[in-house]
């Protein structure tokens, strides 16, 4: 039974570190983002965020919603591997915005041995992760008197429970914290993410990702804008993300965008990668977004989302 979890244990971080460029830190998949929008733009989106995936990528995001949306994302991965998010939240009048956000990272089948290398019973390591949210828009503030013109900021939280399976489980409790800021067309952000305990497989404890991201984006016009993300990571390099799209609308009811991106996460994966690319289409309030994102000799991986805006 030790043999199966230590095998296990080596399996998973060795795939920690091809994914997501050597993480000394548990839980590297509270990294992978959320929606595929967000991916195609190389996952460059803390200051654009404004419907329920914002729980990811700023949750001070979801301040901006009028109204309900939800999301789910599933991505396919090499082998047996998927990843897949769920989100939705609500916008109440003077109170809030509140929000709930499921993730999931299955690493496939595990054959299992004893410690004479007979095989056992299968089983399926996976690490999950459950957050509630709450956002809310301050004050604004005045920038230029005479002309009447205002920064809108906005403050969000998130606490989360993760868990991660493989024979036994461990788990842990964070907090991300996160502030928004815009003003024309321009917006900024700001997120301290994965700040909590440490988990504790076997003998070995391990801490989270602690993260500090920050991003500003640009609506260059009602079609184009572009985006760019810097993280901090405290378990490995410091990385950059850019991204941009463009959006064509035929109708009321219809519209596509096409998108891409660039991130250096994954540089020191041989072969093509860190560049992503994507479209969406929306039809009568239903969105749907597919990427591309290449992971070098490791494989491609597809990333799939469904969203729509709502009211209680």
Same mark, same amino acid.
């Given at each position: ?29 509270? *990294? ?9 733009? /190389? %996952? ?37 591997? +998927? ?8 916008? &109440?009048?003077?109170? /809030? ?23 056992? +019973? ?13 956002? =809310? ?22 606490? *989360? ?8 489980? #461990?788990? #842990?409790?964070?907090?991300?914290? /996160? #502030? *928004? ?62 991204? /941009?799209?463009?959006?064509? +609308? ?8 096409? =998108? ?6 994954? *540089? ?7 560049? +992503?690319? %994507? ?8 969105? &749907? ?13 597809? =990333? ?9």
């Amino acid at each position: 039974m030790k043999l199966t979890i230590i095998i296990a244990l080596l399996l998973v971080t060795f795939v920690h570190e091809l994914a997501f460029s050597a993480g000394t830190a548990t839980a590297q998949f509270l *990294k992978m983002g959320a929606d595929a929008k967000a991916a195609s733009l /190389g %996952g460059a989106y803390c200051a654009m965020a404004n419907d329920s995936t914002a729980i990811y990528w700023n949750p001070a995001g979801i301040s901006a919603m009028s109204y309900g949306h939800f999301a789910f994302s599933h991505a396919i991965w090499f082998g047996d591997m +998927s990843y897949d998010w769920f989100s939705l939240a609500h916008s &109440f009048d003077g109170i /809030g915005s509140f929000g709930f956000a499921a993730q999931y990272f299955s690493y496939g089948q595990i054959i299992g041995m004893d410690e004479f290398g007979n095989k056992t +019973s299968n089983f399926f390591p996976s690490d999950t992760a459950l957050t509630i949210s709450y956002a =809310r828009e301050m004050e604004s503030i005045c920038v230029e008197e005479e002309l009447f013109e205002f920064a809108k900021i906005s403050l969000g939280a998130n606490l *989360k429970y993760i868990t991660s399976t493989i024979k036994h489980t #461990a788990d #842990a409790f964070a907090t991300d914290i /996160g #502030a *928004k800021v815009e003003y024309e067309n321009i917006s900024a952000g700001l997120v301290l993410q994965d700040v909590g305990t440490s988990m504790k497989f076997l003998s070995e404890e391990s801490q989270l990702p602690l993260n500090i991201k920050t991003g500003i984006a640009y609506k260059i016009d009602q079609e184009w804008f572009l985006v760019s993300d810097v993280n901090i990571p405290f378990d490995s390099d410091p990385n950059l993300a850019v991204g /941009g799209q463009y959006s064509y +609308s035929f109708d009321d009811l219809l519209s596509i965008a096409c =998108r891409a991106g660039l991130n250096t996460t994954t *540089k020191d994966v041989s072969g093509i990668s860190g560049i +992503s690319v %994507g479209f969406g289409i929306t039809y009568d309030g239903f969105t &749907f977004d597919y990427t591309f994102l290449p992971m070098g000799d490791l494989g491609d991986t597809h =990333r799939l989302s469904i969203s729509s805006n709502f009211m209680f």
